[in-house]
């Protein structure tokens, strides 16, 4: 019975990865996407045929990749500002953990790209923490904006690799 525990333990955990692979390899594959798009335009700008069918459909997805794209960094703007006039993430989900970082690459890029070097393999909840720690919050603080009871802080500060951590 236990070893069945551990299986299906193993497997969610194994799932839940795979999820958070995907979501990174979108937001990076339709950036790749843009920029083909981008070249392939030009292309057809050299070519005279820049008004063509297939630069107009190349410009509508980009628009589309670009809106969708915006409304992440707008969501993540408004999970950022919740948390700096003292909200907390007890509503949140997975999607906005996610965009609050996207949206936090804005304003510190070399600081969340760090942290994403160091920590891949990080759910958005847990590298939401993460954050926290390193921009130096309270533990009490921390516990606050993410609803945490103390052991919770501890079993996250454990997972994360941050045991030195206040």
């Not at 965009?99 to 804005?106: G, R, S």
């Amino acid at each position: 019975m236990i070893l069945l525990i551990v299986i299906v333990a193993i497997l969610l955990h194994h799932r839940h990865q795979q999820r958070i692979e995907k979501m990174k390899r979108a937001v990076s594959e339709s950036q790749a996407l843009v920029n083909a798009h981008l070249y392939r335009i030009e292309e057809l700008e050299k070519q005279g045929a820049d008004g063509s069918k297939e630069a107009k459909q190349l410009r509508k997805e980009i628009e589309t990749i670009r809106q969708r794209q915006g409304e992440m960094i707008a969501n993540g703007k408004e999970r950022y500002e919740e948390i700096v006039r003292g909200g907390t993430t007890i509503k949140w989900h997975k999607k906005d953990f996610t965009d609050f970082a996207e949206y936090y690459q804005i304003l510190n890029a070399s600081f969340i790209l760090s942290l994403r070097y160091a920590h891949p393999k990080l759910s958005p909840r847990s590298f939401f923490f993460l954050i926290l720690l390193k921009k130096r919050y309270e533990k009490e603080d921390i516990k606050h904006i993410m609803g945490m009871s103390d052991n919770a802080y501890r079993t996250m500060k454990s997972r994360v690799g941050e045991e030195d951590a206040s």
